[in-house]
Each structure stands twice: as structure tokens, then as C-alpha cells.
């Protein structure tokens, strides 16, 4: 079965400041697409970032972006300049080959002034 | 102009009672999903339903039937409900295609006393 490992909890991170989130992945399949989706206390599931395998280029959506390592199976979200609005669970997900999100467990990210 | 929306929103209820969770989408998508969000925040895949057919159908007890009238609804109707249902559950859609990224409503809350 395909996993998706986050290996942090929690994060902190001050205004302005920078901050990455970790996820790791495992899957047999050469093409193959990854997500980031934000999850506020408002409940709603928000997607952050996309990032198809075969693309080196990694993905990019304003001050979010990845560094997607393709042989590690590695997958981070790097959150430039933090913003209050920015704390949130944040969740690394994986397309499935039954055709289905796979979740990690999640980042819970506090951002602090 | 909601694109994924799904009702209520709430639902308190008692055990043993049956319950049913609407879900409908105006995005045009071909596939409909519904995850369970635990209290630990981890999301898991219960059952996805591709132009009205089901294709996903993870381990989750009988009590739990998914019907989709057409591909824009796909509901979600539990029988004797057990404490241990209480959840968020969401709905999401997405195009067939695994680079199309899922859109989620606003999630559900069941709480059962």
C-alpha cells in the first residue's frame, strides 16, 4: 500500500519568517502526482500546491513552494514570509492507483507575531 | 456559486438512529468522493464514485451505504449510528484525470450522544 509520512506534528514559525514542511511518499508508479492542501480552523480543505512527477521544475504558487526529490521520495512545502492566516493543519497527500487521495497525518503549523 | 456543497453542515444525533449526509457539485466533475477526518485530523478514503458507478469502496462497516442519483450528487446514509462515527466527513469532487487536483465541501460534523 502507498504511504505518505509526516514526520512533524507541529511546527512554529514567527511572521516573515520562513518555514518547511516535511512529507515523504512511497509508490512503485514512475508518473505519479502529489498535493499540499490547508486545512484552517474553519475546516475547509484548501489546495496549496500541485506537483506532477515528471516535471524537475518544482511547483511554485506565490510564497509556497516545494522541493520535490523525486529519488528520495521527498516532497517539502517551504511557506515564505508567514502570515497569521497561514496557521493551519497543513497535509501532504498522494494520488492513489484506485484513484483516491492518500493523506499523511498532517503538520499543524502556529504561526506566532 | 458553491462548487462542492454538502448538507448540514452539523448533525447531533443519538445512537442507533440513521442519518443521511447530502453532497452535490457544479464543478461538471465525472468523480465523486467521501473521506472521514477522525479526531486526530488523519482523512481517509471511504468511497468514490466515478459517473455514478463506485470504484472506490474501502473497508468501512455495511451501515455506511453511498448512493449517487446522478454525477453531480453523491450522499452518504448511515444506519445505527455508533459512537465511534462521530467524525467530520467531507465530500469532494475532481475530473477523472489523477493530475486534477480534488475540490473538497465544507465537511460535516457528526456527533452522536
Known amino acids: 500500500a502507498q504511504t505518505v509520512t509526516q514526520s512533524q506534528p507541529e511546527m512554529s514559525v514567527q511572521e516573515a519568517e520562513t518555514v518547511t514542511l516535511s512529507c515523504t511518499y512511497d509508490t512503485s508508479e514512475s508518473d505519479y502526482y502529489l498535493f499540499w492542501y490547508k486545512q484552517p480552523p474553519s475546516r475547509q480543505m484548501i489546495l496549496v500546491i500541485r506537483?506532477?512527477?515528471?516535471?524537475?521544475q518544482n511547483a511554485t504558487e506565490n510564497r509556497f513552494s516545494v522541493n520535490f526529490q523525486k529519488a528520495a521520495k521527498s516532497f517539502s512545502l517551504k511557506i515564505s514570509d508567514s502570515q497569521l492566516g497561514d496557521a493551519a493543519m497543513y497535509f501532504c497527500a498522494q494520488w492513489d492507483s484506485g484513484y483516491a487521495l492518500n493523506f499523511g497525518k498532517g503538520t499543524s503549523l502556529l504561526v506566532t507575531p | 456559486d458553491t462548487a462542492v456543497s454538502q448538507t448540514p453542515k452539523y448533525l447531533v444525533t443519538q445512537m442507533g438512529n440513521d442519518k443521511s449526509i447530502k453532497c452535490e457539485q457544479n464543478?461538471?466533475?465525472?468523480?465523486m468522493y467521501w473521506y472521514k477526518q477522525d479526531s486526530k485530523k488523519f482523512l481517509k478514503i471511504m468511497f468514490s464514485?466515478?459517473?455514478?458507478?463506485?470504484?472506490i469502496n474501502e473497508t468501512v462497516p455495511n451501515r455506511f451505504s453511498p448512493k449517487s442519483p446522478d454525477k453531480a450528487h453523491l450522499n452518504l446514509h448511515i444506519n445505527s449510528l455508533e459512537l465511534g462515527d462521530s467524525a467530520v466527513y467531507f465530500c469532494a469532487s475532481s475530473p477523472r484525470s489523477r493530475s486534477q487536483p480534488q475540490h473538497f465541501g465544507d465537511g460535516t460534523r457528526l456527533s452522536i450522544l
Open positions: 464514485y466515478n459517473n455514478k458507478e463506485l470504484i
Open positions: 506537483q506532477e512527477a515528471y516535471k524537475q
Open positions: 464543478l461538471g466533475h465525472d468523480t
